[in-house]
């Protein structure tokens, strides 16, 4: 433990960890990669084996100099049925960008590693994106509104991109993550949309419907997640210092109504309204559970 350290220099030895992990454990993903491009089904499974142990192990040596800096105490609650050979779909409210860390933090090796749909153009970001690409991150290629008023025959051809990006889940369970709300919160934005909800954004259901509709029938649940800092929500230089002292997070596994798998939701306005209406009750029950986080993990003196 480093308490006896101020805060900057338990925050500087932090970010020298983290990138000390990133560079070796990344380097490591480079060459696997070479071995990734081979058309052999043994190499393909050794290689998927090797890369998820990979992603697992970068996420512990990160929970080993979380517990370096700082004691946090951890209030969880809900995870007893998830299983680590199936499939799900995570979403949580986001404050901070201490939110990955924490679901990181708190799932690795209960589920499969989680994976972000990535923007295409995204693959060419120095070092980040072939490190995304050797992990099985999924890109997905989007086209605007404007775009397929110009272009109609584009239309569908984003889903069906996806959909063949997906198809390497089809035989190992994955962890796919979205955040509904698209951003992280803040009183400025909440205020700009005229949430409905005191301690959330309006939620996008499209980012969860688009996944749905490209996988939903490889998915065992949605996990939906609550996440409360009784100390407020911290930025990243917080978490390096040490300074996020308690974390209370929920996990709710709910079953995907099959009435939701394989439609699309830019086309069929009927489904994306109770798609809609469907999302909205869960952000409305989030919001009650905040609140009731809130009070019951009050700000500690």
């Known amino acids: 433990m480093l308490d006896l350290l101020p805060a900057a220099a338990r925050g500087v030895i932090a970010s020298l960890l983290l990138v000390l992990n990133t560079i070796v454990l990344c380097s490591f993903l480079f060459c696997v990669a070479i071995f990734k491009a081979l058309p052999f089904a043994i190499t393909q499974r050794f290689t998927l ?164 509709d490209a996988m939903g029938e490889q998915l065992e649940s949605i996990v939906n997640v609550t996440i409360h800092y009784p100390g407020g929500r911290p930025g990243y230089w917080d978490l390096l210092c040490g300074n996020v002292k308690d974390v209370v997070v929920h996990f709710q596994e709910l079953k995907i109504p099959p009435q939701f798998i394989g439609k699309n939701y830019d086309q069929d306005g009927e489904y994306r309204l109770q798609f809609q209406g469907w999302i909205n009750q869960l952000w409305l029950d989030k919001d009650a559970l905040l609140e009731q986080m809130h009070r019951e993990y009050p700000p500690k003196q």
């Open 49 to 212: 084996w090797l890369m998820n142990h990979t992603h697992e192990a970068w996420i512990s040596n990160n929970k080993a100099w979380m517990n370096l800096v700082c004691r946090t105490r951890w209030h969880l609650s809900g995870l007893e049925g998830l299983d680590y050979q199936h499939s799900y779909l995570i979403t949580s409210n986001h404050q901070s960008w201490v939110d990955i860390m924490v679901l990181q933090y708190v799932l690795n090796r209960r589920i499969q590693p989680l994976k972000f749909f990535l923007k295409q153009e995204l693959i060419w970001v120095p070092v980040i994106g072939l490190a995304w690409w050797t992990l099985g991150f999924p890109f997905m290629k989007r086209y605007s509104k404007a775009y397929l008023e110009k272009h109609p025959e584009k239309k569908g051809k984003d889903l069906e991109t996806t959909r063949k990006t997906c198809a390497k889940f089809r035989n190992n369970p994955v962890g796919i993550f979205n955040f509904v709300e698209g951003t992280r919160f803040t009183e400025g934005k909440h205020a700009q949309q005229k949430s409905p909800f005191k301690y959330l954004l309006k939620p996008k259901a499209g980012g969860i419907a688009f996944v749905l």
